[in-house]
C-alpha cells in the first residue's frame, strides 16, 4: 500500500537546475522523516538529503550543501528537491526514501552538456 513516486528527473547542462518531486501514499506521510538518496554508476547508493516530518531540520550532504534544498509539503503528500548549480559528479538515479524501509522506483538526473 505504501508508494512513492519520482518525478522530475532528466537532461540539463552543467549549472542549470532541476526540482525533483516525490509523490507519497498509503502511509501517515506528514509522521516520518522523508531523505532524497542517489545512486551513480558503480557506486553505492549515497544520502542526499533529509528532512524531519514538520520540515524543520535538515540534514545535506556536504556535496550538495549550498546547492541543492529538501522541502515538503505535507498537505499534498509530496517532498521536494530542488538541484541548483548542477554538476556532471551530480548524474545519478534519484530516489526517494521513508525511513530507508520504503523507495521508490527512482528518477535519472543526467548533467552534462
Known amino acids: 500500500q505504501v508508494q512513492l513516486v519520482e518525478s522530475g528527473g532528466g537532461l540539463v547542462q552543467p549549472g542549470g537546475s532541476l526540482r525533483l518531486s516525490c509523490a507519497a501514499s498509503g502511509f501517515a506521510f506528514s509522521s516520518y522523516t522523508m531523505s532524497w538518496y542517489r545512486q551513480a554508476p558503480g557506486r553505492e547508493r549515497e544520502l542526499v538529503a533529509r528532512?524531519?516530518?514538520?520540515?524543520?531540520?535538515?540534514n545535506y550532504a556536504d556535496s550538495v550543501k549550498g546547492r541543492f534544498t529538501i522541502s515538503r509539503d505535507n498537505a499534498k503528500n509530496v517532498v521536494y528537491l530542488q538541484m541548483n548549480r548542477l554538476k556532471p559528479e551530480d548524474t545519478a538515479v534519484y530516489y526517494c526514501?521513508?525511513?530507508?524501509?520504503?523507495w521508490g522506483q527512482g528518477t535519472q538526473v543526467t548533467v552534462s552538456s
Open positions: 528532512l524531519s516530518p514538520s520540515g524543520g531540520v535538515t
Open positions: 526514501s521513508r525511513a530507508n524501509t520504503y
